[in-house]
């Protein structure tokens, strides 16, 4: 199956401050790049995704690009604030078939 | 949207025993699949639930171990057998929805404790 790599695994930022959170995959047939947020006790929850044939997409204070040469793609949230705390899972699929996520990153927003 | 209706939400186990998990989703969907969460770790897809036949399981975990059934469209079953502490875990349902590429919905989770 697809392999996905994600960094860093935890992550401080200062309220207002940006974070970044970066992932990897390789299975070069993978074509559809979901990112989950999950918040503490609760089921994961779909942010944002982007397809293979698009390089960036955004959605207010989120955004999500991808690199499909070097296989990866990155989730950045700007203007970060106290809700956006929660681990975040980055994920990797063909489309509509199984699949695979990132070991997860741990944002903290300090207010 | 689905949804996903997971049960039980939790439970304490004895080693050895087995549990079964149930998922029901309130329309018909086509793809199902179940999902592993160690305390603080990742969704480790476990096997993907196919209506109709044997479901297709991922490297590392085995049909003897965790078997899977499907009778329908809307529902399916997660056994956890012969437990071990090691099997302490969450144990998610999610499905896709049939016309829509992309996005994995998820139940609640079931929260397993094996003493």
């Known amino acids: 199956g697809e392999n996905v790599e994600q960094h860093p695994s935890t992550l401080s930022v200062q309220e207002g401050d940006s974070a970044v959170i970066k992932c990897t995959y390789s299975d070069s047939a993978s074509n559809y790049f979901p990112w989950y947020k999950q918040e503490l006790g609760k089921r994961p929850q779909l942010i944002i995704d982007?397809?293979?044939?698009?390089g960036e997409k955004k959605d207010q204070r989120i955004a999500v690009t991808l690199n499909k040469t070097a296989k990866h793609f990155s989730l950045h949230i700007t203007e970060t604030q106290p809700e956006d705390s929660a681990v975040y899972f980055c994920?990797?699929?063909?489309?509509?078939?199984?699949?695979?996520f990132g070991t997860g990153t741990s944002l903290t927003v300090i207010p | 949207s689905a949804v996903i209706s997971q049960k039980p939400s939790r439970d304490i186990c004895q080693r050895g025993t087995s549990l079964t998990i149930q998922c029901q989703v309130d329309?018909?969907?086509?793809?199902m699949f179940w999902y592993r969460q160690q305390p603080g770790q990742s969704l480790t897809l476990i096997a993907t639930?196919?209506?109709?036949?044997?479901?297709?399981?991922e490297s590392g975990f085995v049909i003897d171990k965790f078997p899977i059934s499907r009778p329908n469209l809307t529902f399916s079953t997660l056994t956890v057998s012969n437990m071990s502490p090691e099997d302490s875990s969450i144990y998610l349902c999610?499905?896709?929805?049939?016309?829509?590429?992309?996005?994995?919905?998820f139940g609640e989770g079931s929260r397993l404790t094996v003493l």
């Open positions: 994920a990797a699929s063909k489309t509509g078939n199984q699949f695979y």
């Open positions: 982007i397809r293979s044939n698009v």
């Open positions: 329309s018909q969907v086509t793809m």
């Open positions: 999610s499905v896709g929805l049939q016309g829509i590429t992309g996005e994995l919905f």
């Open positions: 639930a196919n209506q109709g036949s044997e479901a297709t399981y």
